[in-house]
């Protein structure tokens, strides 16, 4: 079989060439299937073009037809037995005259992970069974299984790629596999330490590592696309248009940045936030590139006066300490201070400088005044008014009298009983 025909062997083309359906029905159904998020197999069977029996056959011969291990023709007759026997389509292959050859080499996931001893014959068995029942791809299957784990999945996946791009062969594949499994790496760690592989030295970021970096697209979704790819024999970004994941201006953005990292004018972490901006702000590439290279203007500071006057070299940080110890001993300063950072009114500041002054000539004591400073404080009056109320007797010129409030006369007699316990 050629190279050019295995390619057309996709599962669209095959149905055409079998005479399964027309190119007309299979657009209609192929654009149900993006409409849906469906596989197209699954929309084929929900619209009667096909039967669930023909479906699991056609998947079968699909690939065998992809492993070279089955003609055309052969595919064709052996699905006409199925449809009109009933019968399984590895039974219908004997019938059409197919011999199975001895020894069969592929690059399927499962019989890669067969080959590294990562599964039995009967699990996979079984998770085929389901894959085909699901219309799910079969490592997805085995994923949410948890016969995979999600990072072996990748490095199966990345097995496959590397394997597609000639970039390894496949004894190096099963090698790096069971290695990667077994020490729980990645599957280039994994190739590196078995001797089969060296990494390009140049910084490369993957299609779908960008829009998953970019917040675009889960992990777990880029993972059944490259899946799908390597099924259908597509371009991720193609999967990744057709599935309706990005829109065309999205795809081609992402590989013009890709090149941009290749040619080394642009990180891979710088690409992916590239990306990101062009999708939420629809901005061309050179646009959003532009704004991330152009340098992000450093506000403005305000400099306090002590970080002032110590940057330009007037005073040291120890002539700071004590200019703020000085000031703790000049009430002025320090009741200024209490007033300007709003703690204390200018009223009780007032009161408060009197009391201190009282206290030094000794007509007041401490604990007399705290009681005046208080009342005065509550009461919104002078130190004359608040010795009167408390009735301490003319240190001062005694204030014209008025008759008291009921809140005053209350507030005049916890004052006085609060002296008579200090004294």
Not at 32 to 50: Q, T
Not at 106 to 111: A, P
Not at 160 to 181: E, M, S, T, Y
Not at 381 to 400: F, I, M, N, S, Y
């Amino acid at each position: 079989m050629s190279s050019d025909l295995q390619k057309e062997m996709r599962f669209g083309s095959l149905l055409v060439q079998l005479g399964l359906i027309s190119e007309h029905d299979l657009m209609e159904a192929s654009q149900l299937a993006v409409e849906l998020g469906l596989p197209l197999g699954k929309v084929l069977v929900m619209s009667d073009f096909i039967t669930d029996e023909q479906l699991g056959a056609l998947v079968q011969a699909q690939s065998m037809l992809k492993d070279q291990v089955l003609e055309i023709e052969l595919a064709k007759l052996a699905i006409e037995i199925v449809s009109r026997q009933h019968i399984p389509f590895a039974e219908a292959l004997g019938e059409a005259g197919w011999i199975e050859p001895r020894v069969i080499s592929t690059n399927k996931l499962g019989k890669l992970l067969l080959d590294a001893r990562i599964l039995s014959e009967l699990d996979l068995k079984r998770a085929l069974e389901n894959a085909r029942e699901s219309g799910l791809p079969l490592g997805r299957v085995l994923s949410v299984s948890g016969q995979l784990s999600e990072p072996l999945l990748v490095s199966c996946l990345n097995a496959q790629v590397l394997l597609r791009d000639g970039k390894i062969n496949r004894d190096q594949a099963v090698k790096a596999l069971a290695a990667a499994h077994a020490r729980q790496t990645s599957f280039e760690q994994a190739l590196v330490e078995v001797g089969e592989y060296k990494a390009p030295p140049r910084v490369r970021i993957k299609l779908g590592e960008m829009f998953v970096l970019a917040g675009l697209l889960s992990e777990e979704t880029m993972m059944d696309v490259i899946e799908q790819g390597l099924i259908t024999e597509e371009p991720i970004g193609q999967v990744l248009l057709k599935g309706g994941h990005v829109n065309a201006h999205q795809l081609e953005a992402a590989l013009k940045l890709q090149e941009m990292v290749d040619n080394g004018s642009l990180n891979p972490l710088a690409s992916a936030e590239v990306l990101k901006q062009i999708c939420a702000r629809n901005m061309t590439v050179l646009e959003a590139v532009a704004e991330l290279q152009t340098p992000k203007e450093i506000p403005q500071v305000q400099l306090s006066l002590p970080d002032l006057l110590k940057l330009a070299g007037v005073i040291s940080e120890e002539d700071v300490l004590e200019a703020f110890r000085r000031s703790l001993q000049n009430p002025q300063i320090i009741g200024r201070i209490l007033m300007m950072t709003g703690f204390v009114n200018e009223h009780t500041l007032e009161v408060a400088l009197q009391c201190q002054h009282l206290i030094k000539e000794g007509t007041l004591r401490e604990d007399q005044a705290l009681i005046a400073l208080n009342y005065c404080s509550r009461m919104n009056c002078g130190l004359e008014q608040a010795a009167t109320d408390l009735g301490w007797g003319a240190a001062r010129k005694p204030p014209v009298h008025r008759k008291r409030t009921d809140r005053e006369e209350t507030a005049a007699a916890a004052a006085k009983e609060a002296l008579q316990f200090f004294e």
